[in-house]
Every structure is written in structure tokens, then in C-alpha cells.
């Protein structure tokens, strides 16, 4: 049976630090990213994790030895699948794909665009802290890729595994992942 949630993503407000210098000021950009309240299906989160620690395990990782799983489902995917995928390395690291990107792609290329949930398992860290288990720069971005250009409705959800046995996953949505991400205006 599944059960839905109502979560709320707390409010970050991170204050712009200024320093006033004889050649001009120096901003530090802080970050402002309202409460929003989002809903999470929790049998499907689960779903997700497991899909994504499975897809580790297929990881092709012989020179970082890190394997990492994702596996998402698209909001404009009228039946729901699951498309999973693992990192991929290469001795050329440029041609490394990470497993975030492989599942968002495998996902694109069906013709989804936008996410709803993106499960990422990183087995060889869990249990570490965040900043080891969530997803590189470059996925960051390309998560961004596929949210809603307007953030602040957009309920696509990053489910961060965790290896602690009270703790489903870590939750987050991409203004919390990536605060300053870059959109094409054009």
C-alpha cells in the first residue's frame, strides 16, 4: 500500500556577506530559498533506493573504486517507469558518465523532461557525510536540467541514501542542492 507524504523542505536564508576594499566591495552571495511543502511517496522512495543500490552494483568503477546508482521517474511519464543506471568510468576521466546523468539520460531519451524523484546511492560511502554521498557538480547541474524552470513550484525531490537503518533517505530539491544553478534565458 503506498503512503504519501506531506514534507516540508525548510526555508535557508543565508545572508550576503560584503567587504568593503579600496578597489571596491566584494560580495559573497549567501542564498535565499523559501519553505516549500512537497509530497513524497514514500513506498515509491523506497522503490527508488533500492533500484539505485542495485544499479550500483553494476557500476563500471575500476579506478575511483566508487559505485553509484540513480534511479529516477519522470513527472511527465504518464506510466511511472523506473529507469536506473550506474556510473560508467573510463581511464580518460573526461569520458567518465556518472550514474545520475545515465538514468536522467536513459530517461530523456524516451522523451521525459522533467523529474519527480531521483534516488542516488553511492554504496561505498554510505554512511558517510552528505557532502560524500550527494550527487558532483556536473550532475548538479544536469538535475537542473530537468526540474521546472520555476523552482519555486517545482517538486522534483533528490532522495540522498543513507545507511542508517532509521533514516530512509536524505531529501532535498535542487534550490537546496544546487542554490545558484545556472539557467539559459535565451
Do not use: W
Not at 95 to 120: M, Q, W
Not at 143 to 162: C, G, K, P, Y
Amino acid at each position: 500500500m503506498s503512503e504519501t507524504i506531506e514534507l516540508v523542505l525548510p526555508a535557508l536564508n543565508i545572508p550576503d556577506n560584503v567587504t568593503q576594499t579600496a578597489a571596491g566591495a566584494l560580495k559573497v552571495p549567501g542564498a535565499r530559498v523559501p519553505e516549500k511543502r512537497v509530497s513524497l511517496d514514500v513506498a515509491l522512495a523506497q522503490d527508488l533506493i533500492a533500484h539505485a543500490r542495485v544499479a550500483a552494483e553494476s557500476a563500471h568503477a575500476p579506478h575511483s573504486h566508487f559505485h553509484v546508482g540513480a534511479a529516477v521517474v519522470m513527472a511527465d511519464d504518464p506510466s511511472g517507469t523506473i529507469f536506473s543506471a550506474a556510473n560508467i568510468e573510463n581511464s580518460s576521466y573526461g569520458v567518465t558518465v556518472c550514474g545520475e546523468r545515465n538514468a536522467l539520460y536513459a530517461a530523456a531519451s524516451k522523451g521525459f523532461r522533467r523529474i519527480r524523484y531521483l534516488a542516488v546511492s553511492t554504496v561505498d560511502s554510505l554512511g558517510s557525510p552528505l557532502s560524500e554521498r550527494s550527487p558532483c557538480g556536473v550532475c548538479r547541474q544536469a538535475i537542473r536540467e530537468f526540474t521546472d524552470q520555476d523552482v519555486s513550484v517545482d517538486e522534483a525531490l533528490i532522495l540522498i541514501d543513507t545507511k542508517d537503518p532509521d533514516i530512509l533517505c536524505e531529501v532535498m530539491d535542487i534550490p537546496r542542492l544546487l542554490p545558484h544553478g545556472f539557467t539559459f534565458a535565451g
